[in-house]
């Protein structure tokens, strides 16, 4: 028999003994599978074979000297999209360790298993996947090799590329989830960004201030010509179809005046303009100002234009706007954007009005305000706030289904916020207007407005169509619309939740025989509750309790069981955390409701938090804890009896009336 453990002999090792069987068993260790990746038909292809890189060839690395636009190839899919945003932002290395973080090899420590980070509708998420890739063999000199099947590097041995894409791939779906896009979604997905797609049309004067006041703010701006066959050279050397990127301005000061000059980088490399400014051009040797006249000669790939030129061959813009934690990364701007984030959906019969002209439904729309406070920086004749509007669908890839055509509009608002009923609606038009757009996934508003109150809609083509959507309001100045957090007064509030075992012993001590509590006794159970576990926060009034009761009280007997009030007590609970992570003091305001209701899992807009401000709110617009919980709880109460009701999904309910009166009088 075996010795126990615990008098087991024990050999002595040497240290390079341990290291050599811990690399032993580290070697023999199973690599990471990843089995929640996608299959799909893109890799339905005969002959493709997953192979690890250590497979492929015999020393593999994630980078090899540094991650450049040279390691952005694109392999059998139709994902050029992609790789131009991943070759721009290949330009920048702080944000690319961002989303393809360093430190990942094959050496020490390898376990077949690699991170990136993507942004997604509001949070950085983190995607791992394993280094199995798609290839394919082919004949080479009469040898046998294989080849990845999708993007990879030109140079054989690295595969950061590589990967990158199969986590996004794995983060939209499937590899067949990439085929057709625009730069400006991968680079929103890469940098938490807003991309606002333009034209070069107008003043030539207004599009040099534009670019020059958006680079300023730290903004990644992608140029396209859309002229001529695909990825052709047009006779100045530009080619049609594919994305540069504007790095730069300069105004130089020449023997003919001056001229204001863009500095654009082709991804690939190679191929420049072969116009005025040119690397080592004539137009040079004009410059008055030496300091002017540096970096005659750039980098291969990169060149100098003058913006008239840059207009007559460039035709549209992708200008990406940094989000937060991407502008902290890149090392801020000049003058970097306030932030503001809503979310929403478009719920069939309930928050879904369709486009404007759908007059009799449009006014359901979610409706958010916008208040934009002071002037620009930069001044004009007349009072303006810059800002950026964008309204974006959520997991339409994901999904596999086609992008809706989504649209936003921007309406005067007043003072009040009221909400924007239907008559007003229909005497009104939109100040501001973008969409319905096909084939994108976001709309954007870039403009300005007078300092004043304004409100955003957004909106889905058609009143049946339904989804999920995230705004982001970019303001020069702070808006008005932003919500207000406090965490360092949340902490001494929450105690320790209480058991359900202390729950139901409470219940039991207030309850009648027949196993139920009314007001009165729910209203002296709650207090009990309330004045052990959370303690800092008022206590609610009879006549709230009975509203409580109502919520759940779908027989009208006025009292609850302890399942019944089990329920209560979990939401009033989950209620309490999202009061006091979003409050100030003792109360919360109109701005804070929309996040505290969005938390609660509700579809909201302003026309909700109207409704909640006027029944529950004080005089100054501010709700109490016990009013917040009221109307979280009816809230919740009423969605769930109309979802209940509504078992088609198409939006409307039919109510008899003892049902109705039940809804009305007592709910």
């Known amino acids: 028999m075996e ?72 392999g059998n899919l139709s994902n050029c999209w992609f790789l131009s945003a991943v070759a721009c932002l290949s330009l920048y290395p702080s944000l690319l360790e961002q989303v393809v973080p360093t430190g990942q090899d094959f050496e020490d420590g390898y376990n077949g298993k690699f991170k990136f980070q993507f942004w997604q509708y509001g949070h950085w998420v983190e995607v791992v996947v394993d280094d199995l890739l798609p290839t394919v063999q082919i004949q080479d000199n009469g040898r046998t090799q294989s080849n990845l099947l999708f993007m990879h590097s030109k140079d054989k041995a690295e595969f950061w590329s590589s990967l990158l894409e199969k986590a996004y791939a794995k983060l939209k779906g499937g590899y067949s989830t990439l085929q057709m896009g625009f730069a400006g979604e991968a680079l929103e997905d890469m940098t938490g960004g807003v991309v606002q797609s333009c034209s070069t049309d107008g ?65 690939w490399g190679y191929t420049e303009w072969i116009g005025p400014w040119r690397d080592g051009g004539l137009e040079w040797q004009t410059v008055t100002e030496p300091d002017q006249s540096e970096n005659v000669i750039l980098e ?28 902290l990364q890149a090392g801020g701007a000049e003058k970097p954007w306030e932030y503001v984030t809503y979310e929403g959906r478009w719920v069939k019969g309930l928050t879904a009005g369709g486009s404007l002209p759908c007059t009799d439904y449009y006014w359901m729309n979610p409706q958010f305000s916008l208040t934009l406070l002071g002037n620009d920086t930069s001044t004009g004749a007349q009072p303006s706030c810059s800002f950026i509007v964008s309204v974006m669908q959520k997991h339409q890839r994901l999904r596999r289904t086609t992008h809706m055509r989504v649209a936003c509009h921007i309406f005067q608002g007043g003072d009040s916020h009221a909400y924007l009923f239907q008559d007003l609606l229909r005497s009104s038009q939109p100040l501001l ?20 109150h304004y409100t955003i809609i957004p909106s889905l083509e058609k009143e049946s169509d339904e989804g999920e959507f995230l705004i982001r309001v970019l303001t020069e100045k702070e808006s008005g619309s932003r919500s207000v957090v406090d965490p360092a007064n949340c902490g001494a509030i929450l105690a320790v939740s209480p058991t359900e075992d202390q729950c139901r012993s409470r219940f039991v001590q207030y309850a009648d025989q027949d196993g139920r509590v009314n007001d009165v006794q729910l209203h002296k159970l709650l207090a009990s509750l309330l004045s052990k576990f959370v303690p800092l926060l008022p206590d609610f009034t009879l006549e709230m309790c009975r509203s409580l009761i109502a919520s759940l009280d779908i027989t009208a007997v006025g009292a609850l069981a302890w399942e019944q009030f089990d329920t209560l007590w979990k939401r009033i ?8 992570t979003l409050h100030m003091t003792d109360r919360i305001h109109r701005d804070q409701l929309v996040p505290a209701l969005q938390a609660a899992g509700l579809p909201v807009d302003d026309f909700l938090v109207r409704l909640a401000q006027v029944r529950y709110g004080d005089s100054e617009g501010f709700l109490s804890y016990p009013d917040f919980i009221c109307c979280l709880l009816k809230l919740q109460s009423l969605t769930e009896k109309f979802q209940a009701a509504d078992q088609t ?15 009305a009088v007592y709910s």
């Not at 580290?26 to 690890?52: C, M, Y």
Request: net charge negative; glycine share 8%; aromatic share 8%.
């Open 573 to 580: 609970t989950a209620g309490t955390r999202i009061f006091c």
């Open 433 to 452: 207007s973008v969409g319905p757009c096909d084939n994108h996934r976001e709309v954007v508003l870039c403009s300005s407005l007078p300092p004043g």
């Open 300 to 327: 291969d790939g990169e060149f100098w234009m003058a913006v008239e030129d840059f207009q007559g061959n460039f035709h549209f813009l992708e200008i990406c706007h940094l989000g937060p934690q991407s502008l």
């Open 203 to 267: 003043p030539v004067s207004e599009l040099w201030n534009h670019l020059k006041n958006m680079l300023q703010k730290g903004a990644l701006i992608c140029c396209g010509n859309t002229q001529g066959e695909i990825e052709t050279t047009n006779l100045m050397g530009i080619l049609s179809h594919h994305m540069y990127s504007v790095t730069a301005t300069k105004e130089v000061r020449t023997l003919h005046g001056s001229v204001c000059l863009l500095r654009i980088r082709n991804p």
């Open 3 to 74: 010795a126990p453990p615990a008098k087991r002999a024990r050999s002595m090792k040497s240290p390079d003994d341990c290291i050599t069987e811990a690399a032993t068993l580290f070697s023999s260790a199973p690599l990471f599978v990843d089995s929640n990746f996608p299959e799909d038909e893109a890799l339905h292809i005969q002959g493709i074979q997953w192979k690890r890189p250590k497979e492929i060839c015999d020393s593999p690395c994630f980078i090899v000297d540094g991650a450049t636009r040279m390691d952005v190839c694109q």
């Open 649 to 663: 999904g198409s939006g409307s309910v039919t109510l008899n009336y003892r049902q109705w009166l039940l809804l």
